[in-house]
């Protein structure tokens, strides 16, 4: 007899809730979700009063006694960490049920979740096997023999050894969509997937490389799907959810040229949808923006963090050179490809002239669109044990981290004071995330002049709006007007779900 799972999760999809969903599904058994959408108490948008007025958390309490589960679920991102533990809290006060987490932040730290009362079990790297067997085996004692998890029994922690990689991605089912849509609005103009897993390179701040770490050398750590089985996910998704865009969320997109030349002209007879995926600038080629822009590119996406060489080889993990970065935005200018540049702020030795030398040299490749982000502390990432060696962490900050409670945490406060323990410097990094995103809307020459006549940081704090105001401008420049309006919708929608199941019913 098939047994009840119900997940718990917030904010957006999780591609791995999805597939786990529907491998279990596929072997018989229920599942149901349970969705927090953390309206004004996400990772990038805080209001206390505004947070308390839509809070539903007693109504997701509800909801998962009701789903009467053997088991539940969280995937937890280290950002959304203590979110789940305080849920997972006020379950195991009403209802005595085996609780389970995974994910990125439980795989980085087992032994840190597996210590929390709430907690009974913990899946250490990739789930699909692990699970499946687990629900299997739910009421004996296999249970404790499974590999990749964590257990209690009696008062002491099973560590099961790290099992083998999930090599064959072709014969997983199609991920489970519908568990997310059918439950609150989803951002959905874009349909988003994964055609293989694993990234070849080692940031040092970027939780994959530390993931890598994690899961052992237990089997070929990048994998691909063929190219007939995603395009059968794609030609579902577009008859089923009318999606206008497609996302590869893949952590690098192209990686083999031979899979590229087979799949492109493919996508483009039977998908033919606009698209937006990542590269790496280092390995980029005429032939490769060419298949990219013929097939319906919309946006090639380069993560490069930082505009110094130095910075990026010495701190970050990244060889490529400028060089090789003028040449990538070069090709994709000829080429007519929309290209983005990642870049972080705040990384540790980071000085203003490392910031100016960024617009300058920006200025000079030109980028469609320039995103920003301030640095996110991930446990065991090698840049977290780089800021503590150079005194810029402390042990109790190394522990907060661990908690899911980074000292880089920062989001767009509405009326309240922003977190800025993570400011080193005197200057006011607002205004350079201002310029870095605007600077693709001015010309050449005003940026130099704006450089020149040191304006990037002359008594100005580019107030929420004005950066929203130009995010909003890019995109019309990329022919994506409607993005902002879809995720203002999608806000409108989901407050008017939550004020219905809060205050209606």
């Known amino acids: 007899m098939g047994k009840r799972i119900t997940f718990v999760h917030s904010e957006g999809e999780s591609y791995a809730i999805e597939?786990?969903?529907?491998?279990?599904?596929?072997?018989?058994?229920?599942v149901s979700l349970v969705f927090d959408p953390r309206l004004f108490d996400s990772s990038e948008v805080k209001n206390k009063s505004l947070k308390e007025f839509f809070d539903i958390k007693d109504i997701l309490i509800k909801q998962i006694i009701v789903s009467k589960p053997d088991l539940v679920g969280f995937s937890a991102f280290?950002?959304?960490?203590?979110?789940?533990?305080?849920?997972?809290?006020?379950?195991?006060?009403?209802?005595?049920?085996?609780?389970?987490?995974?994910?990125i932040h439980p795989t980085l730290v087992p032994e840190v979740v597996i210590k929390n009362n709430c907690v009974d079990m913990v899946c250490v790297g990739e789930g699909e096997n692990a699970l499946l067997e687990l629900v299997n085996n739910l009421n004996n004692q296999r249970r404790y023999k499974i590999k990749n998890l964590w257990l209690k029994k009696e008062n002491k922690v099973i560590k099961n050894e790290i099992g083998p990689l999930f090599e064959n991605l072709d014969s997983l089912p199609l991920p489970d969509k519908e568990l997310f849509t059918s439950c609150q609005p989803i951002y959905n103009s874009g349909y988003g997937l994964v055609t293989g897993r694993g990234c070849p390179f080692?940031?040092?701040?970027?939780?994959?490389n530390a993931l890598k770490k994690a899961s052992g050398s237990y089997g070929r750590y990048i994998r691909k799907r063929s190219v007939d089985n995603v395009i059968t996910e794609l030609v579902w998704a577009k008859k089923k959810f009318?999606?206008?865009?497609?996302?590869?969320?893949?952590?690098?997109?192209?990686?083999n040229i031979n899979w590229l030349r087979e799949f492109m002209p493919k996508y483009k007879k039977r998908v033919n949808l606009p698209f937006n995926c990542d590269a790496h600038p280092a390995n980029v080629t005429v032939?490769?923006?060419?298949?990219?822009?013929?097939?319906?590119?919309?946006?090639?996406?380069?993560?490069l963090q930082s505009a110094s060489e130095k910075v990026r080889r010495e701190l970050l993990g990244r060889p490529e050179t400028n060089e090789q970065?003028?040449?990538?935005?070069?090709?994709?200018?000829?080429?007519?490809?929309?290209?983005?540049?990642?870049h972080i702020l705040n990384l540790p030795y980071e000085k203003i002239d490392d910031l100016v030398k960024a617009i300058e040299f920006y200025n000079e490749i030109r980028p469609t669109v320039i995103n920003t982000f301030l640095l996110t502390y991930y446990p065991k990432a090698e840049i977290t044990d780089i800021a503590y060696k150079a005194k810029l962490l402390t042990k109790k900050d190394i522990e907060l981290i661990k908690q899911g409670k980074s000292p880089g945490t920062y989001s767009l406060s509405l009326g309240e004071q922003r977190d800025t323990t993570f400011l080193k410097s005197k200057k006011n990094?607002?205004?350079?995330?201002?310029?870095?995103?605007?600077?693709?809307?001015?010309?050449?020459f005003l940026i130099k002049k704006v450089i020149k006549n040191d304006y990037l940081y002359?008594?100005?704090?580019?107030?929420?709006?004005?950066?929203?105001?130009?995010?909003?401008?890019?995109?019309?420049?990329?022919?994506?007007?409607?993005?902002?309006?879809?995720?203002?919708?999608?806000?409108?929608?989901r407050m008017f779900v939550n004020l219905k199941l809060k205050y209606f019913q």
């Not at 597939?19 to 229920?30: A, D, F, M, W």
């Not at 950002?79 to 994910?103: H, R, S, T, V």
């Not at 009318?242 to 990686?255: L, P």
């Not at 205004?431 to 693709?440: M, V």
């Open 458 to 493: 002359r008594n100005f704090t580019a107030p929420i709006w004005i950066i929203t105001l130009t995010k909003f401008l890019l995109r019309i420049k990329i022919g994506r007007p409607f993005d902002t309006i879809y995720i203002s919708n999608l806000l409108l929608k």
């Open 287 to 303: 032939e490769m923006v060419r298949l990219l822009k013929k097939a319906g590119c919309n946006l090639l996406i380069f993560g």
């Open 78 to 103: 280290t950002y959304n960490y203590q979110w789940a533990l305080k849920m997972a809290k006020e379950i195991k006060a009403k209802i005595d049920i085996p609780i389970i987490f995974g994910g």
């Open 19 to 30: 597939c786990l969903s529907s491998l279990l599904k596929k072997n018989g058994h229920q």
């Open 429 to 444: 990094h607002n205004q350079f995330i201002f310029w870095l995103n605007a600077l693709p809307l001015f010309p050449r």
């Open 325 to 342: 970065i003028k040449k990538a935005a070069q090709i994709c200018k000829d080429e007519g490809l929309n290209f983005t540049i990642d």
């Open 202 to 208: 080692n940031c040092t701040f970027c939780c994959a």
């Open 242 to 255: 009318k999606s206008t865009m497609i996302t590869f969320v893949d952590d690098i997109f192209v990686i």
